[in-house]
């Protein structure tokens, strides 16, 4: 009943003695027997594994669709994170929490049944190891199907991932403004279109800092002068590399006002560390006014540029 | 008068193959030796070497981290451009000249002929030639420390532009030397795996099957047939990029129509398979060791090694996953993301493998065993936090931070350490004929497992609180003052892992003169190396063994030894039944 004709052919050829087969039959039987019990907890809790992923794996699903922009209190590792303030931040947060907490059950699980063997089955007198090689699919199985659910879990990962994918980096939502960020050994350039929202007039406004209103989707066109830089703002969840040759857009929306640090995050040179930015959040108004002071005191700069060198115009 | 000249001729050639080294000097015995056995242990002292190198790099790097700016106990100031220096060796050493020498060259030259039962490798001379190599590529890769403008301080990785540019990091002939280093080593590694692969395809012993030779053989040869296919393309990568600094060329200048993402892939597409090169060998080592102390069969011989062949595959497929947020197109990220998560599945079913080997088993803790099961459990943790940087939307916000160097360290350290300890503490009577000191190994393996924990546990946390890797100066960002806690506990467990490393010090050098000697099978293993003398003496077996059986028939019932090595036909003993 327990030994089928293909795990006895399997047997005959590592074997491959008729004497030696008979006496495996009884004894594996016998044993068998003794471990039905056992093996019927193990199959018990791996569709129980099996649906508790398949049912978290729906409840993610229902959530994500429910509303785009997903605010999630922080529930298990993204509480040592600092405190999100993107509108995408939050997604990014969940995907990790849901990684986390897949990972948690499969080590703790792992782990535990490396201690428990190692404890259980230390050497003793007069007990003999159980001559077991998994070699056919009835005990091959208990590692199959606990990788069958590793699959499982995988896809849900990759399903919630693929979405947070998709609204931080795949699809850029319409942006209310852009600013071009141009990364150099070793600082940010931060450039504001003209009041027309052009770039191409030379009445740009270039600034060591990045102010952004509150609650509008901001575009940044990331280039870079000399060797490849990264954009990475902790508290956006936002991280992308700049190419020099390439101008590489990412977007974000801040929803809280505050000063964060832009830091660089991909190693740049000797002074790669020291390489920081403001981020400045504030109220449209605020920002408004900020751009409006900011564009008089260049024209003022300029013009007295222009009048004090009067032969090079 | 030519059938006199041969039959003259035939007996000095039979005599000269029979002995191959015997009567040879010092030089040809120990130093420019042909003889696989030597040449491993060769690799190993060279790796153990560089190791040393390596780990003091680590300590300065840590030293440096936890209190900035303060002059080091045994150094002195670090400025940035040598803390990046020291970063980019202290990978680059690491990787290529103390895993890849431990693990593929020494393990791997020492014990594939005596696992299959051959004399020597396929080819000896082209083995000492590799080993020779990689010799001179270590030394180009110290002598470049020592240059004035300073060693290679790109990152091991190496992107250009800034390592295309000699003026962007300050480094003319340190990047030069360091990309000569890496070509020559990567030659090294070519010649052996060559070897490796023939000798495992062709000189097997009789009655040895493909589906009878040990799974470190298996292992070994799928990693050498996956460092063949991949490192092409980084091989010509490194050409174009000292092309573009020595010749000027723009394979990878913008300004000029060059890429720089074109290295990313170039490199990746090396680098991801590299990891499974280092880590396949280390697994091999921790499935001999298994069996021999459970005392029972590997769990599914099969399965494993057809999830090897699936896990090697797939990782020549999942490279961009390293890219994400590189630049590249978004679209991408998602296929590479499923296909990298994937990979879990193959590595779950040789970790399930190996602790399903545990299951009714009867285990002796030696100090092997604990090695490898603090590497399993270690390696547990580095193969979970690897779905946090495998899925893309997580990887956003964790990618270049202190998570993936927590990550990689604790995929590569349980094996590349861990791994290569147990194997070390396991086959060193075989290759010393000495026995390594039991107490000592317990202390030393505690302690490295203990402070191992202790000193990249807390760069996880560094990692979720974003702190980016590679920065010099810890208090630089505002955001990076409350994680500097954690940045001192690794620390202090980096200290506390090295100080750990002294007991193996004094053990390996302590047993290599003093030691009890070894019988030929101290282990009661079944495998082909244990059933000749220790150390095995030139040409390994006298008589070439006829293999009969698998190689972990361990507690076969019946039979009243549990163990039977891979030439003893089982007749004898269960002829009662």
């Known amino acids: ?313 | 008068m030519n059938g006199a000249m041969e039959a003259q001729a035939l007996p000095q050639t039979t005599t000269v193959v029979e002995e191959p080294h015997h009567g040879a000097g010092f030089l040809r015995s120990y130093v420019f030796s042909t003889d696989h056995k030597v040449i491993g242990k060769q690799y190993l002292a060279v790796g153990l070497l560089m190791s040393l190198i390596g780990g003091f790099m680590a300590y300065l790097i840590r030293v440096q981290l936890a209190w900035p700016g303060k002059p080091l106990l045994g150094w002195g100031f670090i400025p940035p451009a040598s803390y990046l220096a020291l970063v980019t060796m202290h990978g680059t050493i690491m990787v290529f000249f103390v895993a890849m020498p431990i693990l593929l060259g020494a393990f791997g030259n020492f014990l594939i002929p005596l696992m299959i039962g051959a004399k020597d490798m396929a080819f000896p001379r082209l083995n000492m030639l590799s080993i020779w190599t990689l010799v001179v590529a270590s030394t180009l890769l110290l002598g470049s420390l020592f240059l004035p403008d300073g060693a290679a301080s790109a990152g091991w990785t190496g992107y250009p532009p800034l390592s295309a540019v000699p003026s962007y990091t300050g480094n003319y002939w340190g990047i030069n030397l360091w990309l000569l280093a890496l070509a020559l080593e990567f030659s090294s590694f070519l010649m052996g795996g060559i070897n490796f692969l023939t000798t495992a395809i062709n000189l097997r012993a009789p009655g040895m099957t493909l589906w009878r030779m040990p799974l470190l053989v298996w292992l070994e040869i799928t990693a050498s047939a996956l460092f063949l296919l991949s490192v092409g393309p980084l091989v010509g990568g490194s050409i174009m990029l000292l092309l573009d600094r020595i010749v000027g060329t723009s394979f990878y200048n913008p300004a000029h129509g060059g890429d720089p993402l074109l290295w990313q892939h170039l490199f990746w597409f090396f680098g991801h398979p590299e990891v499974y090169v280092i880590a396949l060998p280390a697994i091999g080592i921790m499935m001999e060791i298994l069996p021999v102390f459970a005392r029972k069969p590997i769990f599914g011989y099969r399965t494993i090694v057809y999830s090897t062949i699936i896990a090697g595959f797939l990782s020549l497929v999942v490279w961009a996953h390293h890219m994400f947020v590189s630049g590249m197109d978004p679209r991408l990220a998602t296929p590479f993301s499923i296909m990298t998560i994937v990979i879990s599945i193959p590595f779950a079913v040789m970790i399930f493998a190996m602790i399903a080997t545990l299951w009714r088993a009867s285990i002796s803790f030696t100090v092997p065993m604990l090695f490898t099961l603090a590497a399993l459990s270690s390696f547990l943790i580095g193969g979970v936090t690897g779905i946090f940087l495998g899925s893309q939307a997580a990887d956003i916000y964790l990618h270049d931070s202190y998570f993936v160097v927590a990550h990689f360290h604790y995929t590569l350290f349980p094996l590349v350490f861990m791994g290569g300890f147990a194997g070390v503490y396991y086959w060193f009577p075989k290759m010393f004929g000495r026995k390594l000191n039991p107490s000592l190994g317990l202390v030393h393996c505690l302690m490295t497992f203990v402070f191992f924990n202790l000193t990249f546990i807390p760069l996880f946390f560094a990692g979720f609180g974003g702190a980016p890797r590679r920065i010099y100066f810890p208090f630089g960002y505002d955001f990076l003052k409350p994680l500097q806690h954690y940045q001192v506990l690794a620390t202090y467990g980096a200290i506390l892992l090295l100080i750990g490393q002294l007991p193996f010090v004094l053990n390996f050098f302590l047993s290599l003169w003093r030691g009890a000697p070894a019988e030929a099978n101290p282990w009661q293993a079944n495998t082909l190396e244990w059933t000749i003398a220790s150390p095995p003496h030139h040409g390994n077996f006298e008589h070439t063994p006829h293999v009969v059986r698998g190689p972990y028939d361990y507690s076969v019932p019946g039979m009243a030894q549990d163990w039977i090595t891979q030439d003893k036909p089982v007749a004898q003993t269960s002829a009662a039944v």
């Open chain 1, 1 to 313: 009943m327990f030994v089928s004709a293909h795990s006895r052919k399997l047997k005959r050829r590592v074997f491959g003695q008729k004497i030696f087969r008979c006496q495996r039959n009884q004894r594996e039987r016998a044993l068998w027997k003794q471990s039905y019990r056992s093996e019927r907890g193990c199959w018990l809790l791996s569709w129980f594994l099996f649906g508790a992923c398949f049912a978290l794996h729906l409840t993610r699903i229902a959530s994500a669709t429910h509303s785009r922009k997903l605010e999630v209190q922080n529930l298990v590792i993204s509480a040592w994170f600092p405190a999100n303030v993107s509108t995408y931040g939050g997604q990014i947060d969940h995907v990790i929490d849901l990684i986390f907490m897949i990972v948690a059950i499969w080590f703790v699980l792992a782990q535990g049944t490396i201690i428990y063997f190692a404890i259980r089955y230390r050497r003793k007198p007069g007990v003999k190891a159980q001559y077991v090689q998994g070699d056919n699919l009835k005990q091959g199985a208990w590692i199959l199907v606990p990788a069958l659910l590793v699959l499982v879990c995988d896809l849900s990962i990759d399903a919630a991932g693929g979405r947070a994918w998709e609204t931080v980096k795949g699809s850029l939502p319409p942006p209310d403004m852009a600013i071009q960020v141009t990364g150099k050994q070793f600082a940010w350039l931060f450039t504001y279109p003209a009041a027309d929202g052009r770039f191409d007039t030379g009445k740009n406004l270039t600034e060591n800092s990045l102010h952004v209103p509150v609650g509008r989707v901001v575009h940044v066109v990331l280039q870079s002068d000399d060797v490849i830089h990264d954009f990475f703002v902790p508290e956006l969840r936002l991280k992308q590399d700049i190419v020099p040759g390439r101008k590489i857009t990412a977007w974000f929306e801040v929803t809280k006002a505050g000063t964060y640090e832009i830091a660089c995050s991909q190693l740049c040179g000797p002074a790669h560390f020291g390489m920081k930015a403001q981020l400045v959040a504030e109220s449209p108004a605020d920002y408004q006014a900020w751009l409006k002071s900011e564009r008089s005191a260049a024209d003022k700069k300029t013009a007295n540029l222009t009048i004090a060198t009067p032969t090079n115009g």
